[in-house]
């Protein structure tokens, strides 16, 4: 069975700082992965996903992530954080077949000091 | 922007009673999901659902759950007997391709409260 791993449960960082945020998977297959953003009362929405080709993918509001299968990684990062990125993320991976469910991560807070 | 919506925002029970949780997924989608996020922890797969039928279900998804799709625009997700345990956030979500990963899009999700 699949499983993603956040091992930051909170971040805080400076605005204007760089983000990194790390996310590894453990899936026998081509993992399907995604980042999900949720503010706070608000539903979950999609940054980024990768299903294959270039490594590097971009998304919505400046952010990237980069799949790196020899260390299962998919990592999110952002150059310059905006106090509007503080919000939780989450990370997760999809099987590719009918169905098609998501497991997700546990999440990383993250907060923007100004 | 076509999105997903979810009623009611917020419902609170008794333990035992009946609850219907409705979504209304993006028009031209196929799949359907529900997922469930208890407070401070990570997000759940409940159920999917394709061409009328559960295609894919978790161990959480047990007896007193059930899903339909009552007409060509909502998709419910009924629990027979709340238990306090069933308390969390729960997310609608769809997809528009059959037999591929494929973005979910989530609604804003049903926080459910049982007293």
């Known amino acids: 069975a699949q499983s993603v791993t956040q091992p930051d449960i909170h971040i805080t960082v400076s605005e204007g700082a760089s983000l990194e945020l790390r996310c590894n998977y453990s899936?026998?297959?081509?993992?399907?992965l995604f980042w999900y953003v949720q503010s706070p009362g608000q539903g979950l929405q999609l940054l980024l996903k990768?299903?294959?080709?270039?490594?590097l993918v971009q998304g919505i509001k400046g952010f990237e992530a980069e799949f790196k299968r020899s260390q299962s990684s998919f990592n999110l990062r952002k150059p310059s954080v905006h106090w509007s990125d503080a919000a939780e993320y989450f990370c997760?991976?999809?099987?590719?077949?009918?169905?098609?469910?998501?497991?997700f991560g546990g999440g990383t807070r993250l907060m923007v000091k100004p | 922007e076509p999105e997903v919506t979810q009623t009611p925002s917020h419902q609170v029970t008794q333990m035992g009673q009946e609850v219907i949780l409705r979504c209304v997924p993006i028009?031209?989608?196929?799949?359907f999901y529900w997922y469930r996020q208890i407070l401070g922890q990570k997000v759940e797969f409940l159920v999917s659902?394709?061409?009328?039928?559960?295609?894919?279900k978790s161990e959480i998804f047990d007896d007193q759950f059930s899903v339909e799709r009552p007409d060509g625009s909502n998709f419910t997700l009924k629990i027979r007997s709340t238990k306090l345990e069933d308390s969390a956030m729960y997310f609608c979500?769809?997809?528009?391709?059959?037999?591929?990963?494929?973005?979910?899009?989530f609604g804003p999700g049903t926080r459910l409260t049982v007293l």
């Open positions: 899936y026998g297959a081509t993992p399907y």
């Open positions: 997760a991976v999809a099987k590719g077949n009918a169905g098609n469910m998501l497991t």
């Open positions: 979500a769809s997809t528009g391709l059959a037999g591929t990963a494929d973005t979910q899009y």
């Open positions: 028009s031209n989608h196929l799949y």
């Open positions: 659902f394709y061409n009328n039928e559960i295609s894919e």
């Open positions: 990768y299903f294959s080709g270039d490594t």
